[in-house]
């Protein structure tokens, strides 16, 4: 059965079954309020004044004593994400001037934090710099949790009012619930947490060995002078590359072996429980795995360059850069330009804190803090909130990224007409997907996705799964694309648009974004000429690529089926009264008839309590499991697998398993038994799939490196409370830590 929420999202999933259409029944855009989210109100922001940062490539270390090629530090700073102009309130700007805000970055250890990033000075900003990686080349990264104050003492976390201790989390001061102290459990303090801050590194998408992924339970604190000595340094499972590591230096060594195809990754946190605030604080960034040699790429003559070491521009937004990364986010701002995330369940709830009125732990089994999802009312594209790019009349690479923690982004490209409106579609040419370039180009538009020959022809347009469907990205994806600005007249404006929900996504039709907020992303200026001093562009036309058949995978040794499930109170039935508030009736108490009776008093279990990731018994039932339950995806060394995703919740998920690419095989109607192909995009290497509900998504890898791993839902609300799970490559007894089964 699918578990229905109590509250949260509660009217935009009821207006999915009630979608305006017009005559063609294609949804219309359905003007709003903003969402809630900070006091800076996201309608006085102004849009496309401020011009998109590209981040440059991350320079090597100059002065490491470690051996590696990189160290590379979080730390605490200011940056310009709010535009510098346009502000007219003395409250919330200095000089016509947004206030900065407060974030983590990555940076070169050696450098300094900057004043005010993006900055020349410095290469710390949010997102981080471009690591440059190369194909079989190992790459060695000195990881340093650098959050302390100048005098040595440790930082709170940015977000410490939102960090709730009830969840399974990393738990450096081993305040456990049931059992001995020890870090990685649910802690049994509802009170937010001020304490020294673990973080790890996930490079997401990588091929690597298991003392480099970034285990969630492999976390460090920083090297700081007033830990608590009752504290843990480090988390249960802590490694690193040298294996001799204590774990209380405040950093780890990891090796990236680069054993794959040349393609777009990204690093983040990885904590466990936590993730979701440490990467909305600011903690990502691109990694380009290339190969000069025997990739595929060195023939084709895609637009570039991209930033590279050493360039006169730096980070300046108006380099002659082709081949540009785009991380997509969205965050709410408060007034003196912090971020705002919420501190509380009624945000999610859309109430506010005296309209829930309902028993949390410890006193229910409910987590007080925590928010099953969330979505914010900025678009920030690298670190820029609603930036412009001016291009020129000719194809631009971009690797675009959907860094967002909850939402999905279904991306189109439309010109502004000079009233405002927005007139034709530009289309976006898919080149590549999470794990390299595609079998062959797709052309993208609304309600079309039209495989493209590669003889220079253009097809009839091929219909996608629904009319809404444009240029669909699930959180943690990476779709390479191509976009060709020729044609289009000098000073033509194209914007990027947003026609996903501002609400967990469950497939199409969906009410789009808020056209006036989060339906906009970006926009392109279209110049006059070409830089290119032949005066045209020199590279190859989209529609000429001739893109290589992905290699095929060995038979399959075993197929596991698995379950998305959403877990409900067994101790808290509520009614929503008139007003909208959600009330608890108290005198239905815990216990086997408890679902009977709170629906017998006309109320819901409160939900959603968590979401879990399962397996499916012989009978076809789901068998959901806790992070700390023993481990049961155990793949052989070499294996090839296809794993079945039983989606028995309401909303789509993306699932993302480490250390392997994989390949989609299909998805199944699990009342009809109807079986559709993988669409058009999704026929290259994949390592986050959008797993629908009702639905049988088959995807399938090869195991080919021993170790502990793990698999969850890339909502990192979803994440951070119980949806992952870990699973052992080889050997139980030897190749995985014991403990964990």
Known sequence: MYLKRSGGFRLSVAIRSILMTSALGVPLSVTAAPLPGGTLDPTLIPKYVSPLVIPPEMP??????????????????????????????????????????????????????????????????????????????????????????????FLPHLFWRSLDQTLHWANPPKDCIMGAPRTDCAGQDPHPYRGPVPLVMHLHGAHV????????????????????????????????????????QGYADYRYINTQNETTLWYHDHALGMTRLNVYAGLAGFYLLRDPVNGQEKDLNLPGPSPKVGDAQGNNPFGNYFEIPIVIQDRSFNRNGSLFYPRDRAFFEGLKRNQLDVDFLPDSDMSPIWNPEAFFN??????????????????????????TNSRFLNLALKVVNPDGTLGQEVPIY??????????????????????????????????????????????????????????????????????????????????????????????????????????????????????????????????????LNEEESSEVCVITLADGSIQQLRNILPGPNFVADCTSA????????????????????????????????????????????????????????????????????????????????????????????GEITRFKARFDIPGLYVWHCHILEHEDNEMMLPFCVGNAGSDCPISVF
């Open 602 to 693: 006309g109320g819901v279990p409160f939900a959603p309590k968590k979401a879990l990731l399962g397996t499916i018994d012989p009978l076809g039932n789901s068998l959901p499991q806790l992070w700390s339950d023993p481990l049961t995806q155990n793949p052989a060394l070499g294996a090839t697998e296809i794993w079945e995703l039983h989606n028995l919740t309401e909303d789509a998920h993306p699932i993302h398993v480490h250390l392997v690419q994989y390949q989609i095989v299909d998805r199944e109607d699990m009342v009809t038994g109807a079986v559709r192909p993988p669409e058009a995009t999704e026929l290259g290497w994949k390592d986050t799939v959008i797993a629908y509900p």
């Open 430 to 563: 898919q080149i590549g997907s999470d794990g390299g370039l595609l079998p062959h180009v797709v052309e993208i538009k609304e309600g079309f996705k039209t495989i493209l020959p590669g003889n220079g022809t253009i097809p009839v347009p091929t219909p996608a799964a629904d009319p809404q469907e444009a240029l669909l990205i699930e959180p943690a994806s990476r779709n390479d694309v191509i976009v060709d600005f020729a044609g289009l007249p000098a000073g033509t404006h194209v914007r990027m648009i947003n026609t996903a929900p501002d609400a967990p996504f469950g497939g199409f039709p969906d009410v789009p974004a808020d056209p006036s907020t989060t339906g906009q992303v970006m926009e392109f200026i279209v110049g006059a000429t070409i830089s290119d001093p032949s005066g045209a562009d020199p590279s190859t036309p989209v529609a000429s690529l001739q893109l290589a058949p992905r290699a095929a995978l060995p038979p399959v040794d075993n197929v596991r089926q698995l379950s």
């Open 60 to 153: 090597k270390s100059t002065n490491s004593t470690s051996g590696n090629d990189y160290e590379i530090a979080v730390r605490q700073f200011k940056q310009q994400i709010l535009p510098s102009t346009g502000c007219a309130a003395p409250a919330r700007c200095k000089n016509g001037a947004f206030l900065p805000t407060e974030v983590w970055g990555y940076g070169r250890a050696e450098d300094g934090v900057p004043n005010v990033a993006p900055s020349l000075s410095s290469s710390f900003n949010f997102p981080g710099f471009t690591i440059e990686a190369q194909s079989n080349t190992p790459l060695n990264i000195r990881w340093v949790n650098d959050l302390t104050r100048p005098d040595g003492r």
């Open 209 to 248: 060995e298991p003392h480099s992924d970034g285990y969630p339970e492999a976390w460090w604190l920083p090297d700081a002078t007033n830990l608590p000595l009752s504290y843990a340094t480090s988390g249960t499972l802590f490694d690193d590359k040298t294996g001799t590591n204590p774990g209380n």
């Open 378 to 403: 900025v678009m920030v594209v690298n670190g820029v909130a609603w930036p412009y790019l001016n291009t020129e009349p000719r194809q631009y690479r971009f690797r675009l990224l959907n860094g």
